[in-house]
């Protein structure tokens, strides 16, 4: 899933977020860059959909960590709101309690976030 930063009231709201948190300590976010950085994802990520296995999906909720998930394990790169998310830590979920927890809000995002 990738950030929305399409027009809808929602949308906007979730970007504006993140952005507060860049601009703070790095003004580059100030110009745009991130909405510019979002639509090139989406632009790379497009042509690689492949139904039923690959889908770029939209989400309009703060973008406060990355996630990558597999049927075994699910690492999670939470971002704090004063550096780039090059400086956070990795951290790697194996099956268990905190990976089905994880899982179960990722299917949850999926399941209300919209086409890209």
């Known amino acids: 899933m990738v ?5 809808q009231p929602d949308a906007k709201a979730a970007l504006v977020v993140v952005l507060q948190e860049l601009k703070v300590f790095d003004s580059a976010f100030g ?3 991130l909405r510019r950085q979002i639509a090139a ?6 042509p690689l959909s492949v139904t039923g296995h690959l889908e770029v999906r939209g989400y ?5 960590g990355r996630v990558v998930a597999t049927e075994r394990v699910l690492y999670l790169t939470p971002y704090t709101a004063d550096q780039h ?3 956070s830590p990795v ?3 194996r ?16 399941a209300a976030s919209g086409p890209a």
């Open 85 to 87: 998310g090059r400086e």
């Open 3 to 7: 950030a929305q930063i399409g027009q």
């Open 60 to 64: 309009s909720v703060p973008h406060i």
């Open 41 to 46: 994802t989406y632009d790379y990520l497009a």
């Open 95 to 110: 099956r268990g309690e905190t990976y089905d927890v994880l899982m179960r809000l990722m299917d949850k995002l999926w």
């Open 31 to 33: 110009t745009g860059l």
């Open 91 to 93: 951290i790697k979920y």
